[in-house]
């Protein structure tokens, strides 16, 4: 008994009980990333208050970037929470996981769309839908998650597929507040 209590005060003495930091790669916003068979980048969040059908009112989040596959399908992120991203306000801590994609050039995106194999950069928006009582900080954190082809399934032998690993990039995206579309 006294071994294994000397054991544990060793290990809390070298920090082995300390909250693990080297999972998330902090990321500066335009920073070119590789996750899995993407090549992303994300420069800011717009923020706007909106109202839905039955009156209530929300705020949409959306990273602003760009993003291709490197692959030879046709493919996009995961979304949801099993998903390649999710965000999370400093200020309240409330987290979210991506609401939906937009894909597109200039004033047209389209959702459902995917990354084409062998064409440059595409902007691509990643939607987030934060409660009413949102207040607008000055940055968001913003997580793209590393990815590897595995089979996840529980017995084995099926098709692999792009998973989301404990390992991502930690972007912390300014805020640019766009006006209220709640009228």
Do not use: C
């Amino acid at each position: 008994m006294v071994a294994l209590a000397a054991l544990v005060l060793l290990v809390w003495g070298l920090g082995g009980f300390e909250r693990r930091t080297d999972l998330l790669e902090l990321t500066a916003p335009g920073t070119l990333i590789t996750a899995g068979p993407y090549e992303l980048t994300f420069t800011e969040v717009t923020a706007q208050r909106k109202k839905r059908f039955d009156d209530q009112v929300y705020w949409q989040l959306t990273a602003v970037g760009t993003g291709r596959t490197t692959g030879d399908v046709s493919i996009a992120p995961r979304t949801g929470d099993t998903g390649t991203f999710i965000s999370r306000d400093t200020r309240s801590g409330e987290i979210q996981a991506p609401s939906g994609l937009r894909f597109g050039a200039g004033d047209s995106f389209t959702d459902g769309a995917r990354f084409t194999p062998g064409l440059p950069p595409v902007p691509i928006l990643v939607d987030f839908e934060y409660q009413a009582s949102y207040v607008p900080d000055s940055t968001l954190r913003f997580v793209v998650f590393q990815l590897e082809f595995t089979d996840n399934s529980l017995i084995g032998g099926q098709e692999k597929t792009w998973n989301k690993t404990n390992h991502g990039f930690d972007y912390r995206l300014p805020v640019r507040v766009l006006p209220d579309a709640t009228g």
